[in-house]
């Protein structure tokens, strides 16, 4: 029971355990939707593993499994489901391949035959004829410089991000062959049930460009993969099964791990608990029996090694141990499990993941150690409100390159799509979140139309902004204010501000930005405690986004921040990255710094000379002290241009030689610097 405590406190419980999963789901539902918006029918993506299931700690640092499904190419295991017009593969199972996997044959799009023809660089014709698929088909030159691991490709995260694996694979609709047997067998403990196996034999599968290991055909072998199945089990575990799960990953990172890496795999652990619960009475599985169901997995897991066969719970045939033990490393890992294994529960006071021996041993004195709970639903709410803002990013970067009519064309018809495909569930969530987003673009789009033309904003363009306002604490109104005083409609600008700066709770909020991954510094306990206590609704009021203004929206953004719009000369396009250009050539500012500049603006407009002068000293104190602001070269500049008005020209200019310590290549800082020396050419700095 101390056991099962300790590993609540770490975030290990049920509540943590399910804010993980639907932060996780929702994140990949809410790709789902973005692809539908703007037809993107060639891929999707899932996330798989610790992270999507809910049973990893912060201390485990389990990777973010993405399998990126394409599909162009339609892979079939009957010729009935053969579809003309498209790529058709025909999986072959038989004797040839090695069990849990499959070779891939070309078929004709014409009529359901055979490819005869000549084979390319991505086929191989073998004794028989059979034009067979490499997995060179799936190459992408983006993911060559990733570091392979096993079929994956893996993208370093920056620092306080888990590192992603990112693996390619095609889907086939139907169950694989060398599973239809699990479908009918039933182990002792009847898990999973009837349902839960009716519910995945309906999940397909989908084959993996990677070839057994010792296999003769590893070019041309494919693995089956049933993720989306045991991603159905998982989620069906109940939460003394997960932590026993846990509990065998710590055991392997902490005693196998520095020493035989790799040789015994997270997934080992989750297959040989599949074949625990499937083969053992369910009400063993209870907190005060946590000790006794981990030396269970872990004497199944020691049987599995002496006999290096590790059966896969669905299609048993394949043997994920094959070939991964060597004769030399056996013994040893052997008598690691076996020690932990006699040790009854004694050896888990020496594992240092998570701190559990410390919290053990706090716990047998009756204290009670601080939870994770606070910082786990903070990276979970942040993953979300990252997600949402890439969507919208992204989403920028498709009106980038086409006039202003057609955006507004193509935003409504987002607007529509996602209005039709509200419904309950998280693909309803999804749409909530994403809706007030695309409304707010469009109502600026508009505005900014207006403005150029009438000096004026619309009564649509307003409705469509109010929609969008609470997307997080300021960013939608910060785009209304800047609207307003565009349109010198001063006096309502000035009442939005001052309701942003009432509801910017400088303990709670937090900013977050899309663009790219900020290494984040210590956020407000305020913030915390808010993350902890909702789900993704905390990003309406605990989050303040970057203010993000397109080319097609320059009418809405005052002259100062306008220049970053241009911040890219010839040569320092050179030095973006691939997305930097999803963004770059908007005006992109962080909430705070922004909502001070409208103030010092409005104010000296309105005469206002004490708040004006407050304005320009909480833009500066911010820029200061704010830690996890991502734009700080941008509200450098904005400063300047303020010290300018203020005819502090030294100011000035030490705020864009700032600016440019910061980013130096992409900067509207070299734009401000050249034509304040040309204004100022006779002045000496």
């Given at each position: 029971?101390?056991?099962?405590e300790?590993?609540a406190d770490?975030?290990v419980d049920?509540?943590i355990?399910?804010?993980?999963r639907?932060?996780w789901?929702?994140t990949?539902t809410?790709?789902?939707?973005?692809?539908?918006?703007?037809?993107?029918?060639?891929?999707?993506f899932?996330?798989f593993g610790?992270q999507?299931?809910g049973?990893?700690?912060m201390g485990?640092?389990?990777?973010?499994d993405?399998?990126?499904?394409?599909?162009?190419l339609?892979v079939?295991?009957?010729?009935?489901?053969?579809?003309p017009?498209?790529?058709n593969l025909?999986?072959?199972?038989d004797?040839?391949v090695?069990p849990?996997?499959?070779?891939?044959?070309?078929?004709?799009?014409?009529?359901p035959?055979?490819?005869?023809?000549e084979?390319?660089?991505?086929?191989?014709r073998d004794?028989?004829?059979?034009?067979l698929?490499?997995?060179s088909i799936?190459?992408d030159?983006n993911?060559?410089?990733?570091?392979?691991?096993g079929?994956?490709?893996?993208?370093q995260?920056?620092?306080?991000?888990?590192h992603?694996?990112?693996v390619?694979?095609?889907?086939?609709?139907?169950?694989?062959q060398?599973?239809?047997?699990?479908?009918?067998?039933q182990?002792d403990?009847?898990?999973p049930?009837a349902e839960i196996?009716?519910?995945?034999s309906?999940?397909?599968c989908?084959?993996?460009?990677?070839?057994?290991?010792?296999?003769d055909?590893?070019?041309l072998?494919w693995?089956?993969?049933?993720?989306?199945?045991?991603r159905?089990?998982?989620?069906?575990l109940?939460?003394t099964?997960i932590?026993?799960?846990?509990l065998?990953?710590?055991?392997?990172?902490?005693?196998?791990d520095?020493?035989f890496?790799?040789?015994?795999?997270?997934y080992?652990c989750?297959?040989?608990?599949?074949h625990c619960?499937?083969?053992?009475?369910?009400?063993?599985?209870?907190?005060?029996?946590?000790?006794?169901c981990l030396?269970?997995c872990?004497?199944?897991?020691y049987?599995?090694?002496?006999?290096?066969?590790?059966?896969?719970?669905?299609?048993p045939?394949?043997?994920?141990?094959?070939s991964k033990?060597?004769?030399?490393?056996?013994?040893?890992?052997?008598e690691?499990l076996?020690n932990?294994i006699?040790?009854?529960g004694?050896?888990l006071?020496?594992i240092?993941?998570?701190?559990?021996s410390?919290r053990l041993?706090?716990?047998?004195?009756n204290l009670c150690?601080?939870?994770t709970?606070?910082?786990?639903?903070?990276l979970?709410?942040?993953n979300?409100?990252?997600?949402?803002?890439?969507?919208?990013?992204?989403?920028n970067?498709?009106?980038q390159?086409i006039s202003?009519?057609?955006a507004?064309h193509?935003?409504t018809?987002c607007?529509?799509?996602?209005?039709n495909?509200q419904h309950e569930?998280?693909?309803?969530?999804?749409?909530?979140?994403?809706?007030?987003?695309y409304c707010?673009?469009?109502g600026?789009v508009?505005?900014?139309?207006?403005?150029?033309?009438?000096?004026?904003?619309?009564?649509d363009?307003?409705k469509?902004?109010s929609?969008?306002?609470?997307?997080?604490v300021?960013?939608?109104?910060?785009k209304?204010?800047s609207?307003?005083?565009c349109?010198?409609?001063?006096?309502?600008?000035d009442?939005?501000?001052s309701?942003?700066?009432r509801?910017?709770?400088?303990?709670?909020?937090?900013?977050?930005?899309g663009c790219y991954?900020l290494?984040t510094k210590?956020?407000?306990?305020g913030?915390?405690?808010t993350c902890?206590?909702?789900?993704?609704?905390?990003i309406?009021?605990?989050?303040a986004?970057?203010?993000?203004?397109m080319p097609?929206?320059?009418h809405?953004?005052?002259?100062e921040l306008?220049?970053?719009?241009?911040r890219?000369?010839?040569?320092?396009?050179?030095?973006r990255?691939l997305?930097?250009?999803?963004?770059?050539?908007?005006?992109v500012?962080d909430?705070?710094p922004?909502?001070?500049?409208?103030?010092y603006?409005?104010?000296?407009h309105?005469?206002?000379?004490?708040?004006?002068?407050s304005a320009?000293s909480?833009?500066l104190?911010?820029?200061?002290t704010?830690?996890n602001?991502?734009?700080?070269?941008t509200?450098?500049?904005?400063?300047g241009?303020?010290?300018?008005q203020?005819?502090?020209?030294?100011d000035?200019l030490q705020?864009?030689f700032?600016?440019l310590n910061l980013?130096?290549?992409?900067?509207?800082?070299k734009?401000?610097?050249?034509t304040?020396?040309?204004a100022?050419?006779?002045f000496r700095v």
């Open positions: 029971m101390r056991l099962s300790v590993l770490i975030g049920e509540r355990v399910l804010k993980r639907r932060a789901l929702l990949e809410i790709g789902h939707v973005n692809n539908k918006l703007w037809n993107e029918n060639t891929y999707m899932y996330y610790s999507s299931e049973t990893t700690t485990i640092k389990s990777d973010t993405v399998l990126f499904c394409l599909n162009d339609l079939i295991q009957d010729w009935c489901e053969w579809i017009g498209f790529h025909l999986m072959i199972q004797n040839s090695s849990g996997y499959c070779l891939l044959q070309f078929l004709r799009p014409d009529v035959r055979p490819v005869n023809g084979s390319d660089q991505n086929c191989f004794r028989t004829g059979k034009v698929v490499k997995h799936l190459s030159k993911l060559d410089k990733l570091k392979m691991h079929p994956a490709r893996v993208s995260g920056p620092p306080g991000y888990c992603t694996d990112n390619t694979a095609l889907h086939c609709k139907t169950w694989p060398q599973a239809r047997q699990w479908l009918d067998q182990g403990a009847q898990w049930s196996k009716q519910y995945c309906r999940t397909g989908f084959v993996v460009p990677v070839g057994c290991r010792g296999g055909f590893r070019q072998e693995r089956i993969s049933t993720s989306l199945a045991e159905c089990l998982m989620l069906n109940n939460i099964q932590r026993c799960y846990v065998m990953k710590m055991v392997i990172k902490s005693f196998l520095p020493q890496e790799d040789v015994i795999s997270s080992m989750k297959t040989v608990l599949f619960i499937a083969n053992s009475h369910f009400n063993i599985w209870r907190e005060n029996n946590l000790l006794s030396s269970s872990l004497y199944h897991l049987n599995n090694i002496i006999n290096e066969n590790c059966p896969h719970f669905i299609i045939e394949n043997n994920l141990m094959r033990i060597s004769p030399v490393v056996k013994p040893y890992i052997l690691i076996r932990i006699n040790s009854e004694v050896a006071l020496r240092k993941c998570d701190g559990l410390f041993r706090l716990k047998f004195y150690p601080f939870k709970s606070h910082r786990i639903s903070d979970l709410l942040r979300t409100a990252w997600c949402i803002l890439n969507v919208h990013l992204k989403s970067a498709n009106l390159n202003t009519y057609e507004v193509t935003l018809n607007i529509s799509i996602i209005f495909l569930g998280l693909v309803g969530t999804a749409c909530q979140l994403l809706l007030p987003m707010t673009t469009l600026s508009l505005a900014s139309i207006n403005i150029n033309q009438h000096n004026s904003v619309s009564a363009a307003l469509l902004i929609l969008g306002l609470n997307t997080d300021a960013s939608s109104k910060l209304l204010a609207i307003l005083y349109a010198q409609e001063i006096e309502k600008a009442l939005v501000l309701e942003i700066e509801r910017y709770d400088l303990h709670v909020v937090e900013p977050v930005c991954q290494e210590e956020r407000r306990q913030f915390f405690v902890d206590n909702h789900n993704e609704d905390a309406q009021y605990a989050t986004s970057c203010v993000r203004f097609c929206e320059c809405c953004v005052p002259t306008r220049y970053e719009m241009t890219s000369t010839p040569e320092d396009r050179i030095y990255t997305n930097d250009e999803y963004w770059m050539d908007n005006a500012v909430s705070l922004y909502l001070y500049f409208l103030q603006k409005v104010n000296s309105l005469g206002k000379i004490n708040e004006k002068q320009l909480k833009l104190t911010t820029i200061k704010e830690q602001l991502a734009h700080r070269e509200a450098l500049n904005i400063l241009k303020c010290m300018e203020e005819g502090r020209v030294r000035a705020c864009y700032m600016s980013r130096r290549r992409n900067n509207a800082a734009i401000h610097i050249c304040l020396l040309s100022f050419g006779n």
